[in-house]
């Protein structure tokens, strides 16, 4: 059975709630099957939008969604088969964990055996077996979270879609509930669409990652890629953390460009610029900067170390370098630390296929 | 020494539960300060009223301290044939007093309510003592039994000893449309006189369906306002509260104008030609206008309760219902009718005893078809005058309300209503 690649497609769609402002704009997505794609962006990107009209509560204002190659537009959405976690769990408040779970099963008719065996079968999976009969008030935030997953898998829909689910989680239970749910994923194979803003909670879950921004999608590629090879600054800017350089290309050659910033001039890696006199952004990942390289790197520059921030596994350091005071490095926290004070001045090097010459900003 | 709980002391030596009332004392009369004007109001025009109404309600002492010698001869006295000599002694000399206190009229009438008759020869027998006409030295019997015949008759003694207890369930009996009969017994009155009973069921009629029409309509409204977007829902909350800003008596003066014979309400009938001009149909002074009135003035009761709890349901709710496969109506039936039976029930329940105690409107629209028992008891406050059988009704009245309370309770559960 070979999986299909667009197993959901949105095609050509817009979405627009009062006529005047597009919150969606032409999105193109193609989601295969048993893929575990997440939507991120800020708030008022437009994924939730996205992730609502599949679920058949917003209708698009132009295009057609497809599931399994058919339109589902028309479809309303208790017909569409779709599994779905709310982001306040929704549980219903007056029926028991049973109740909860036999409810999507009840109203496809299924025999009362068949019920049980699945209703036992999703809540060993989300490990709360013996819960059946508790009221979901009488549960803790992240056993209901657990009876909302094992809710909307237990009819065995074709897509699961999970909106902004581990928001009201603390960190520690987030981080471990992404774990469960990733395995959940990989265990039973379903398409899941994952809704957040956290972009940590992307990277560690998802097959893909569409970043969303401004009713488009900016970036659409694994989390890997994604986050060393952002396509734009404003993904740089969000995934993860980002030193930046506003300047000038003044001279481009195949896989290197030279940028002019306010008063010295750096390589990097021409990206989206094209030619000569365009303005730019450089990106840089904080780890990709080094202190005093051994190695010879194409740019090496001084700066003088305004403040040290101890965070435990490492440590940050922002330095003056390049006319900016707001220059961040990663330094991880080693027995062969170096003693970094402030107002002491370092030598910092790194490669121009790291600095990624950008659209400007 | 282990089954001896030992006692936790606070640094100085004072067990910890001396400690702890002394240092809450001076919060708990303070909040008991902050109550007692409110419980001081509560008593006065709560508690004391309805005591004072169930005294005046079963209250009989009057005719007892009218004729107490003559009670005390009838202790002795079978009631089976005309009391002796005694007892018609006693009766003179009782009757003697209340003449030189000019208080006779009151014990005819009072007598007169427990049979008919007795007004005119207590009447007749002032008269001849106030003349002096009976000779104290020859058997008063004889002679008060030549005042009237009815004097002779055994019915009407009877009917004094009845009235001899301090205390008397006669007028609650009355409010069921029963009596104690000569021999003592309960017993019911003619078929063709039992209006009381006709009130009660009328009135639960009444309240019943105001009810049901309130939930029918109210529920949608209240809905529609919790889902609505700010703005319109707003708007739509002034309509409903907008009523309770209007004088309930201009309410319902409004609703007359509307639903009279050549009101507004039948004028639009006969233009669109749903009825014909000389058969125009009757809208008030029946149940109909009874319904029609009540219910939209009892409408915000029902809205608020539900509104209220109608808002603290998470419209995700009704999504998950739907995505897990309901039919609208399912997730709505499954999901979203449970969680707003808190406020179905107090609403009905706020809705039903406003409904079952209500006046005005009835009075006003109601018509003849169209009274309940509290007309009855006002009726009986205002124009008969006998507050205790007023009192008895009213009580009456109270205890079923207190019932279908309990029934409610029974039945829901009052932790679950939830007003706001």
Known sequence: ?361 | MSSETKKILTTDGIPLEVSLKKAEKKNKIKAFLLVAPLLLFLIITYVFPIGEMFSRSIDDKMITNMLPKTFKEMEKWDGKELPPEEVFTAFYYDFKVLVEKQEHGKLGQRLNKEKNGFNSITKKLFRQVKRKKIDESVSIKEQIMKVHKRWRTVEYWQAIKRTAPPYTMAKYLKGMDMYYAADGSITQVEEDRRIHRILWLRTLEIAFFVTLFCFLMGYPIAHLLATLPMKYSNLLMICVLLPFWTSLLVRTASWMILLQQQGVVNDFFVMIGLVADDNRPEMMYNKVGTYVAMTQILLPFMVLPLYSVMKTISPSLMRAGKSLGGTPFVAFWKVYFPLTIPGIGAGCLLVFILAIGYYITPALVGGASGTLISNQIAFHMKQTLDWSFASAMGLMLLSGVLVIYWIYNKLVGVDNIKLG
Not at chain 1, 179 to 186: A, D, F, L, N, S
Not at chain 1, 190 to 217: C, P, W
Not at chain 1, 343 to 356: E, H, L, V, Y
């Open chain 1, 1 to 361: 059975m070979s999986k299909n690649p667009e197993f959901v497609k949105f095609d050509k769609v817009d979405k627009s709630y009062d006529g005047k402002v597009l919150v969606v704009k032409d999105l193109q997505l193609d989601i295969a099957e048993g893929e575990f794609i997440t939507m991120l962006g800020p708030s008022g990107s437009g994924k939730t939008t996205c992730l609502m009209m599949l679920a058949g509560f917003e209708t698009p204002t132009h295009g057609e969604i497809l599931l399994d190659g058919n339109i589902i537009s028309n479809i309303p959405p208790h017909k569409r088969g779709i599994g779905m976690v709310f982001q306040n769990y929704a549980l219903f408040p007056h029926m028991t964990v049973y109740e909860n779970l036999a409810f999507p099963l009840r109203v496809r008719k299924v025999e009362k055996d068949e019920i049980d065996k699945k209703v036992d079968k999703a809540l060993s999976m989300v490990s709360l077996s013996g819960f059946e009969t508790r009221m979901p008030a009488q549960l803790s935030g992240g056993q209901q979270q657990r009876v909302a997953v094992a809710r909307a898998l237990v009819f065995d829909p074709a897509v699961v879609l999970m909106d902004e689910p581990l928001g009201a989680l603390d960190k520690n239970l987030r981080e471990s509930m992404q774990y469960e749910i990733k395995h959940i994923h990989e265990s039973i194979g379903v398409t899941v669409v994952y809704v957040t803003h956290d972009q940590s909670e992307a990277l560690t879950m998802s097959n893909r990652i569409a970043v969303f921004n401004d009713g488009k999608v900016q970036q659409l590629s694994n989390p890997a890629e994604l986050y060393e090879k952002p396509v734009n600054s404003f993904v740089a800017e969000f995934i993860g953390e980002n030193n930046t350089f506003n300047g000038e290309v003044i001279d481009i050659a195949k896989d290197k460009c030279k940028v002019k910033l306010a008063n010295s001039e750096i390589l990097a890696n021409p990206i989206s610029v094209k030619s000569k006199g365009e303005k730019t952004t450089v990106s840089l990942r904080p780890e990709r900067a080094l202190i005093n390289p051994t190695d010879k790197m194409d740019n090496m520059f001084t700066g003088k170390i305004e403040e040290v921030i101890y965070h435990g596994d490492h440590t940050r350091v922002r330095l003056n370098l390049l006319g900016s005071s707001e220059f961040i490095l990663k330094v991880p926290n080693s027995t062969s630390n170096l003693e970094l004070k402030v107002s002491q001045d370092i030598n910092i090097g790194w490669n121009s296929t790291d600095a990624r010459a950008l659209d400007p900003k």
